[in-house]
């Protein structure tokens, strides 16, 4: 009874101080993550007050390029595109991270046995023999290091910032990946839709060319005015091939976007289509809206918070820890003595570390932390200027492309009207041979220059909802490995290739 009695007083002993280290452990150091608040401008730019501004659509935003085609790309890069592939792994990665800083905060146990021979030397002054035995011993130990400072739970909010920062890192991929889709498709049938147009402008001008050559042949045209107008018909097909080398690149870009061989687009897209046309104009919100729908805005965030989680750790270094150590064990010459109280041993306690002197390293590791911190401020606030610029060009570039697409439709024709009618009067030999080539190669330019037109307000449209935050807002799977291992279990070692 004595013996219990002391043996209860000494649990309660180690039990108090371990308890109060417990209380202790909800203390945190450093500084607490608020969100920053930033001054946002009211409205865009040329936008009119009088009324509350609609909130972009930015779901499926490349859909109101009404093209199958694109919206089927679009589908496949994101199921294939290896940039994206890599942002899934990240997102693996932190995930795990998170689960090993939540780890350090639960206790470790370990177990271990062993079995041994033992032969001793016989200690008897009259025989030589030898004794020979078996020792046999298990235990159990276990360990805890009680985070008084936070500097564990630091650890997890840093962990748990930088995985939501993972996933922002994600979207803003997708965000680039379905813009570039989108630019590199419209180029591709941009380029396709000029190529026809140099075609049917140099068959054209051929044409204007044999009229030279038979009216030659007639006495009312000169070789000259034939040189003239075959010069001018191979000119026109000279821009053909940098046309179908520059249509060449947009496929090729397009076909590894969708994570595939640079040709392997070739044929489907050979056929051409028009230039996709957007619908305008488009809702674009209000400035303050891209802290929520820009990816790399908010992956930003996500970044100056974690460097913030990453001071109270560095801060915590600089207090005592506590550990909770403790083990049981039991050892024995026969195995089935194992166990018996006889042979059982145990310890507990806690260790107390202090820092007392290392040079100010430990000081200087949080100023390090601090001024990170500081540096993942000033991207956070780089990154939101960044977007409001983004978003402002995109929307000037839109607008004047549509002002000029209109000037160059009428441009247009007018030009294609006067080559009419200037063929029709050089067949009757009222008008110079250089009045007609002029009047087709004004024609084929601002037709062409109207195509290009067409191209940069669908790759404007494009830019704006990109810089607006819209990406790719369907289901990603993350959680398959792009590397599936087989037979990792315990197996003889084979050698390897």
Known sequence: MIGFERGLAAAKGLFLPAFTAVLLSGCVVGPDYQKPLLAMPASWSGQKTAKPAQPAQLSKWWQRLRDPELNALVEEAVAGNLDVATARAKIREAR??????????????????????????AT?????????????????????????FGANRRGVEAASYGLDASEENLRSTLLTLVGDVGSNYVQARGYQSRIALARRAAASQRQTAELTRTMARAGTATAADVAKAMGQASSTEATIPSLEASYAEAVHRLSVLTGRPPATLVERL???????????????????????T???VRMAERQYAQSTAKIGQAEAARYPSVSLTGDISTTALKLGDLGKNSTIGW?????????????????????????????????????VLTALEDVENAIVSLAQEGIRDGKLASSTKSYADAAQLERTLYKAGEASLLDVLDAERS???????LLQSRVSIATDYIALNKALGGGWNGAIDTARPEVVDVATGPRLATKTQ
């Not at 298990?138 to 290091?145: I, L, Y």
């Not at 024609?443 to 220059?449: G, R, T």
């Open 270 to 292: 050979k056929r051409g289509t028009p230039i996709p046309a957007p619908r305008l104009p488009i809702p674009t919100g209000i400035p303050a809206d891209i802290l929520l």
């Open 294 to 296: 820009r990816p790399d």
């Open 347 to 383: 310890s507990f306690g806690p260790s107390l570390s202090v820092p007392l002197f290392n040079a100010g390293q430990l000081e200087a590791a949080v100023d390090v932390a601090r001024a990170q911190r500081d540096q993942y401020f000033i991207a956070y606030k780089a990154s």
């Open 96 to 121: 795990a991270s998170y689960r090993q800083s939540v780890g350090a905060l639960l206790p470790s146990a370990d177990g271990s046995a062993s079995a041994t021979r033992n032969r001793a030397a």
């Open 443 to 449: 024609a084929y330019s601002a037709e062409d220059s």
């Open 124 to 148: 008897s002054s009259d025989t030589s023999a030898s004794e020979t035995y078996g020792q046999y011993q298990a235990g159990f130990d276990s360990s805890w290091e009680l985070d008084l």
